[in-house]
């Protein structure tokens, strides 16, 4: 069964700090892999979107990384802010006609 | 261009009721997918329609459909809500395998 795991499940951090979340997949065959950002009561918004041949990808302070063949995959945040405080969902699209796993998110909080 | 547009945004229904969701996609984009989501759940896909047929559907009682109109815009609709049914339903416009999210409705049922 394809699997999106992601930790931590919440995140605290001090504004100015840098954070990085996990994303864990069982999904296979694998086409791509996006981050995207939620904000409270709003749709997600992609951050970055990365193929089985990347192994990183930068949107400002947002990079992402992948390890296709450990099936694991990170988002890390540089000098984080308070308007980064969202969620963050990580979700795997298969090959073939199977459907995107989407992964449960990791809540960041930044406080001042 | 103009992003994903959903209504309504919020909507309050009492159990047994039905409901109708609407999604515009942005202009050009010819596949619309929908999602529910829930705190304890995340995001769960409930169907995929192109150009008019549903591509793909996820694992859903029969009590939720959709459809497609020829100008791209989707309608879902919720028959015999419950309790259960309270969530924030997403909808999402494809193109070249980039997927954009509306606002989301918020749907609570009492």
């Known amino acids: 069964k394809n699997q999106v795991e992601q930790s931590p499940q919440s995140l605290i951090i001090l504004e100015g700090k840098n954070c990085t979340l996990q994303?864990?997949?069982?999904?296979?065959?694998?086409?791509?892999l996006r981050w995207y950002k939620q904000d409270t009561g709003r749709g997600p918004v992609s951050l970055t979107i990365m193929t089985f041949s990347e192994n990183t990808k930068s949107n400002g302070r947002y990079t992402a990384t992948l390890d296709a063949d450990t099936k694991q995959s990170s988002l890390h945040i540089t000098a984080s802010q308070l308007s980064d405080s969202a969620s963050y969902i990580c979700?795997?699209?298969?090959?073939?006609?199977?459907?995107?796993?989407f992964g449960t998110g990791t809540k960041l909080q930044v406080i001042p | 261009k103009a992003g994903v547009t959903q209504t309504p945004r919020y909507l309050i229904k009492t159990r047994g009721q039905q409901v109708t969701l609407s999604c515009s996609p942005i202009s050009g984009h010819r596949s619309v997918s929908w999602y529910q989501q829930t705190p304890g759940q995340g995001l769960q896909f409930l169907f995929e329609y192109f150009s008019e047929t549903q591509r793909n559907k996820g694992n859903f009682p029969g009590r939720f459909s959709g459809r497609q109109f020829s100008n791209s815009r989707s309608e879902m609709n919720v028959s015999t809500l419950e309790l259960g049914d309270s969530a924030l339903y997403l909808c999402?416009?494809?193109?070249?395998?980039?997927?954009?999210f509306g606002p989301g409705t918020r749907l609570t049922v009492t």
């Open positions: 979700v795997v699209t298969p090959g073939g006609y199977q459907k995107v796993t």
């Open positions: 994303c864990n997949y069982t999904v296979s065959p694998f086409s791509n």
């Open positions: 999402a416009s494809s193109l070249n395998g980039e997927q954009y």
